[in-house]
C-alpha cells in the first residue's frame, strides 16, 4: 500500500487528495495542514467584509470529518511541516508544540503562497494593518471592523484583490482609499482598460490614489505617509501588495527554487528530488503563450495542477500544459478580465503584435437592459495567432473572454473567431456576437482592408499634421469634441466628399470604431489616405478626457 502526504489543503492540495483517492482506493492519504482549515474559500473571503456572503461558516467548503467520511483521507489540521528528510523520505510535523515524524512514498508539497510584507517604517508597531490571505486573517480584520470605531480605510495594492477588497469594505459603510505603486490600477490590465475600472471605483466614493505607495505608518498605524508625503488617515489598513510563494521547506530541502523563489517543476510535477512533487501558487509554471517561467497565482491552475499529479502519481499519462492567466475581477457594477498577454508584456517580451478594441453590447441592442461592452485582444498580424484579451463591461465579459481563453489554448487564429457559432436569441447574445466582430476586425487589418491608429498615438499623428474627421452625428458631439476635428456624419460621407481635401491625411472617429470603419472604405476607395482611430471616441474619451472638448470645459 503506497503512503502519499500532501503538505497543505485548500485548492492544489485538496484536489490533489480526492483525485488520488478516486484513482488509488488502497493508497494511505495524510494531509498535513498548518492551519485550521484544510478546504475554504480564499476567493470569496472579501465578500464577507460587506455581509455579501452572509454567513463566515460559507466560506468553509468541506471539513475534515465530511473529508474523511467520503474520500477516507487522514487530514490533519493545525499540522505544520517543519523538515524534509529525502534522504530517509520523512517529514518533521509540529503539532501543540510536540514535533513527532511521518514516513512517506511520495510527497506533494502545496504550501501556496503568503502575503507580501514589504519593510516599511512603523509597520510592526500598526496594529490596525492586516492581509488576507486565509480565515484567520479574515476573522482579523472581522474583529478590528466590529470592536473598534473604523471609519477611514486604506487598501495599499489596486491588483485583483485590492480592487475586491476595496469595494467591499465601502459596501461595509467605509470612506475608502485605494494606493498603487503602478501607475494606473490592475497592473495586469493595460493602461487604457484600467481607466474604466478606476472611473468605476471613483463613481462609487472609492479615493484612488496612483503612481505612489506607502511609505511610511505613523501613530501605531492612524497615519498612512505616501512616497509625495501626503498622509491618509486610516482605522483599518489592508495590505495587498502581492504574493510570494511559501517555499521555506523546499528551499531547506534541497529542493532546486527558480525566479522569485518559486519551486521548479517538471511537467509531471516533479521537483529534482525523486518522489517529491510540488504544485499550485508556489509552483514555477510555463506561460504558455511565450514558454516562459513564470509565477501564477490563481485557484483555477492549482486546482488542475493537483489532479494532474495525482494521475501522474496514479501512473497516467498527464504532463503539465502551461497555464496562461485567465483571471476576473467586479468592481461594483463593472466586470474586468483578463487572458494571456497584455499589450505591454507582449511588447516586452518582442512579440510582433497589434492591438485592437471593439465596444457592443452584451445582448441584442434592441432588447431591454443590454450594456456595453469593450474587449481589446492582442494578437500576431502575420500569423493571426492570439495573445491575449481583456474585457470591461456590465455584463458578459466572462463569457467572452473565457471563449477567447478556450480560443488560445485550442490554438485558433483571429480568422478562427469569425467562424466560431454562439448560442443566439436576444435576451443573451447578438447574433454577430462580440467576439465575431474581434475577429471580424482583426482580420481586415491583416487582409489590408483598414489601417489603425491606437489611442496613444493619435496626438503624435495629430502633431504630424494628420487631421480627425469625426463621423458621428451632431447630437452625439455633445458628449465630448476632438479639438480641431471635422465633423460630417457618415450617412453624409458620400454627398460631402468636395468639402475634404485629398491631399490631407485623415484620422476617422465615430463612437466605438465601427461606422468610422465604414467611412475608411468610402474613403480609401476615392483617393484619400485615411485610418481608423482603434476603439471611437469611447475609448478616447475614458482614458484621456483632458484632451477632448466638453460643453462644461
Not at 516586452?348 to 437592459?369: F, R, V
Not at 485558433?412 to 443573451?428: G, K, N, R, W
Not at 463612437?511 to 480609401?524: D, F, N, V
Request: net charge negative; with cysteine; proline share 5%.
Amino acid at each position: 500500500m503506497k503512503k502519499i502526504v500532501i503538505v497543505g489543503g485548500v485548492a492544489g492540495g485538496m484536489s490533489a487528495a480526492t483525485r488520488l483517492r478516486r484513482l488509488m482506493d488502497d493508497a494511505e492519504i495524510i494531509i498535513m495542514e498548518k492551519g485550521p482549515y484544510v478546504s475554504f474559500a480564499n476567493c470569496g473571503l472579501p465578500y464577507h467584509i460587506s455581509g455579501e456572503i452572509a454567513e463566515r461558516s460559507d466560506l468553509i467548503v468541506q471539513t475534515p470529518e465530511a473529508l474523511q467520511a467520503r474520500f477516507k483521507l487522514d487530514i490533519r489540521s493545525e499540522h505544520e511541516v517543519t523538515k524534509v528528510n529525502p534522504e530517509n523520505k520523512t517529514i518533521e510535523v509540529l503539532h501543540n508544540d510536540e514535533v513527532f515524524t511521518e514516513t512517506y512514498d511520495e510527497l506533494i508539497l502545496s504550501p501556496g503562497a503568503k502575503p507580501f510584507i514589504p519593510s516599511i517604517p512603523g509597520l510592526d508597531a500598526a496594529t490596525n494593518a492586516f492581509s488576507l490571505r486565509n480565515v484567520p486573517d479574515l476573522d482579523k480584520i472581522m474583529s478590528q471592523l466590529k470592536e473598534n470605531e473604523v471609519k477611514e480605510a486604506v487598501v495599499i495594492g489596486a491588483g485583483f484583490i485590492g480592487v475586491e477588497m476595496a469595494e467591499n469594505l465601502k459596501k461595509f459603510g467605509l470612506n475608502v482609499t485605494l494606493v498603487e505603486m503602478a501607475p494606473h490600477v490592475l497592473p495586469p490590465l493595460d493602461e487604457e482598460m484600467a481607466a474604466f475600472v478606476e472611473a468605476e471605483l471613483k463613481r462609487n466614493g472609492v479615493r484612488v490614489i496612483t503612481s505612489q505607495s506607502a511609505n511610511e505608518f505613523r501613530n501605531n498605524g492612524k497615519e498612512v505617509v505616501l512616497t509625495d508625503g501626503q498622509i491618509i488617515p486610516s482605522d483599518l489598513t489592508i495590505l495587498s501588495v502581492g504574493v510570494r510563494p511559501e517555499n521555506s521547506l523546499a528551499e531547506a530541502a534541497g529542493i532546486k527554487l527558480g525566479r522569485q523563489g518559486g519551486i521548479l517543476v517538471d511537467n509531471n510535477y516533479q521537483t529534482n528530488i525523486p518522489n517529491i512533487y510540488a504544485v499550485g501558487d508556489a509552483i514555477i509554471v510555463k506561460q504558455q503563450i511565450t514558454g516562459e517561467d513564470t509565477m501564477i497565482a490563481l485557484a483555477s491552475p492549482a486546482n488542475r495542477q493537483g489532479r494532474q499529479v495525482a494521475d501522474v502519481i496514479a501512473g497516467l499519462n498527464r504532463k503539465n500544459q502551461g497555464s496562461i492567466g485567465t483571471a476576473i475581477v467586479r468592481a461594483f457594477n463593472l466586470t474586468a478580465a483578463s487572458t494571456g498577454l497584455n499589450e505591454r508584456v507582449a511588447q516586452l517580451s518582442g512579440l510582433n503584435h497589434i492591438a485592437i478594441h471593439t465596444t457592443g453590447k452584451d445582448h441584442a441592442g434592441y432588447y431591454p437592459g443590454a450594456t456595453s461592452l469593450t474587449i481589446k485582444l492582442v494578437f500576431d498580424p502575420e500569423t493571426g495567432k492570439i495573445l491575449g484579451a481583456q474585457g470591461i463591461g456590465q455584463k458578459g465579459v466572462d463569457k467572452r473572454i473565457d471563449v477567447i481563453a478556450t480560443a488560445i489554448k485550442g490554438g485558433l487564429t483571429i480568422f478562427d473567431l469569425m467562424e466560431l457559432e454562439f448560442t443566439y436569441a436576444p435576451p443573451f447574445g447578438s447574433a454577430k456576437d462580440p467576439v465575431n466582430m474581434l475577429g471580424y476586425v482583426a482580420s481586415n487589418i491583416v487582409e489590408g482592408l483598414s489601417d489603425s491608429v491606437a489611442w496613444h498615438e493619435l496626438q503624435t499623428q495629430l502633431n504630424d499634421g494628420k487631421q480627425v474627421l469625426d463621423v458621428r452625428s451632431p447630437d452625439e458631439l455633445a458628449n465630448g469634441q476632438y479639438p480641431n476635428a471635422i465633423n460630417i456624419p457618415v450617412n453624409e460621407l458620400r454627398e460631402r466628399l468636395n468639402e475634404l481635401d485629398r491631399t490631407q491625411p485623415y484620422i476617422i472617429s465615430c463612437a466605438s470604431g465601427a461606422r468610422s470603419y465604414i467611412a475608411e472604405r468610402i474613403l480609401k476607395q476615392n483617393g484619400f489616405t485615411v485610418a481608423n482611430l482603434d476603439g471611437g471616441f469611447y475609448l478616447y474619451n475614458t482614458v484621456k478626457p483632458e484632451d477632448i472638448i466638453h460643453e462644461n470645459n
